[in-house]
């Protein structure tokens, strides 16, 4: 048998306190005597950083035991030591390698993958390096705008590395206008599905330290649900099965942070209880929380999930994540002028005729037609400049003016606290559907200036303990 062919891959659980506190692996196997280690052959065991090596060796001081099955001995290996097992003794459990003539012990792959994520982002932060990120869904950028802001505002920079979509015109949009894009960042136009399995794409953008996503909500809404007459989000064929290929970019490029945003419900799909426990196998811990965009100073009342999955090691808490206190706009101070005989203003005769029928039918659906006064508006979604019958509504000022109008698209973004350059150019149409596709901002502001305040204290700590760190790493 040539000595470098693999025979045996196997997960092998580390026990604590079997002599003195001492870990232990037992290994009771018939391939180990396929391997050469039969009872009573002798070995010896080589401890190196980050691996176990037991080698058959003539006058090796180790023997391998035996235990009776019948008539058959099984081959037993029993370590308890913690000189040869002392770097697994925070391990659950670890890879048990079997190649002829050596059994090799290493650390879960998914472990070593988390310690390399963590040792990556440590080593930018030292250096003073941007923290590298990349954007899938990203639209017109509005929250990777938020989460570059709030990192920056915690003193930690971060640079665009890759943005997608499916669409090219949003990319071209925010190419020319998001200020977070720069020079090197690159445009990807695809399906995610495709991006996953384009090895050169990937080796392009490499590994990054920040991966955030906007995974298309409309099946996982409980309105688009309904409308599609779908019996669970997944069911979408279009979008339902994104999640898997969201979690093979993870993967691919080993981000230390993953910051996820979706409609509430998208917390109950199969999709999410596939993301936050695969997640939690690989090595993150996953925080989750409804953030309120009201409560962060909105005029627009836009609740999103906010997932934070942040590799092990990470002393991060959703729960640190405190809405701003000071005054909440009105909706007149959003309003731009508008002309009292512009042709924006709208009878809408149609839409106060379904909702006399919905009156009628007992259902729910009413115009909303704001006050000036109020300091809190409906959601505004990216179908807006269809005038739908829910969505607000700004009525003329003359109040014997049956007449309304939408919200222009400035107003739109202002409402939503999203900065209007990310819009400059574009017809109304395609604003309001960059705008509401995208996040009302200062609540991701937030999350991000945690992570960042996160981040540097613990550069910081590091730097004050730099020899006790140096030694953990």
């Known amino acids: 048998m040539e000595d ?10 580390v026990s604590l306190g079997q002599n003195k506190g001492a870990p232990r692996i037992f290994i009771e196997n018939h391939r180990l005597g396929q391997a050469g280690f039969s009872p009573g052959v002798r070995y010896e065991v ?22 009776a099955r019948g008539e058959v001995q099984v081959p037993v290996i029993d ?19 079997v190649r002829y003539g050596q059994i090799h012990l290493l650390p879960l792959a998914s472990r070593k993958r988390a310690r390399e994520r963590l ?28 989460l570059h802001d709030g990192l920056g505002a915690a003193g930690v920079t971060s640079t665009l590395v890759m943005a997608n979509d499916f669409e090219p015109g949003v990319l071209f949009q925010a190419s020319l206008h998001n200020p977070v894009w720069n020079k090197r960042t690159k445009a990807v136009a695809a399906p995610l599905q495709e991006i996953v399995t384009d090895d050169y794409l990937l080796g392009q953008v490499g590994e990054i330290e920040v991966l955030e996503a906007g995974l298309p909500c409309t099946a996982a809404s409980l309105s688009g649900r309904a409308k599609k007459h779908l019996s669970m989000a997944e069911a979408d064929e279009k979008a339902g099965h994104l999640v898997a ?10 981000p230390a942070i993953v910051v996820l945003e979706n409609v509430p419900p998208y917390q109950n799909t199969a999709s999410m209880w596939l993301l936050r426990h695969t997640l939690r196998d690989w090595g993150y811990v996953v925080h989750e929380a409804i953030l309120g965009a009201q409560d962060f100073g909105c005029l627009e009342d836009r609740k999103r999930l906010c997932m934070v999955a942040v590799t092990t090691g990470l002393s991060f808490e959703i729960e640190a994540v405190k809405p701003r206190l000071h005054s909440k706009p009105r909706v007149r101070d959003v309003l731009e002028h508008v002309p009292d005989d512009d042709p924006s203003w709208k009878q809408v005769a149609y839409l106060k005729a379904k909702e006399e029928r919905d009156k009628a039918a007992g259902k729910g659906f009413r115009m909303q037609l ?14 807006y400049m269809k005038a739908r019958s829910t969505e607000p509504r700004i009525p003329h000022p003359d109040p014997d003016d049956p007449r309304s109008r939408l919200l222009t698209p400035g107003e739109h973004a202002a409402a939503k606290g999203v900065d209007p350059v990310l819009i400059t150019g574009m017809p109304a149409t395609r604003a309001h559907h960059l705008l509401g596709n995208g996040v009302c901002p200062a609540p991701f502001e937030a999350v991000a200036y945690c992570l960042g305040v996160m981040l540097t204290a613990m550069v910081s700590k590091m730097t004050d303990h730099a020899p006790a760190f140096a030694a953990a790493r």
């Open 4 to 13: 470098d062919l693999m025979q045996t891959y196997e997960i092998k659980q």
């Open 245 to 254: 290929p969201f979690l093979a970019l993870i993967n691919r490029m080993q």
């Open 46 to 67: 080589k401890v190196d950083e980050g691996r176990v090596v037991l080698q058959l060796k003539e006058d090796g001081d180790r023997v391998v035991s035996g235990k």
């Open 370 to 383: 704001v006050d000036m006064d109020a300091t809190r508006i409906g959601t505004i979604g990216s179908q």
């Open 79 to 97: 370590l308890n030591s913690n000189r040869v097992l002392g770097q697994f003794a925070d391990h659950a459990s670890v890879r048990l390698v």
């Open 119 to 146: 040792d990556r982002l440590v080593n930018r932060l030292e250096e003073g390096k941007p923290l590298r990120t990349a954007s899938v869904c990203h639209g017109g950028g509005v929250l990777s705008k938020a």
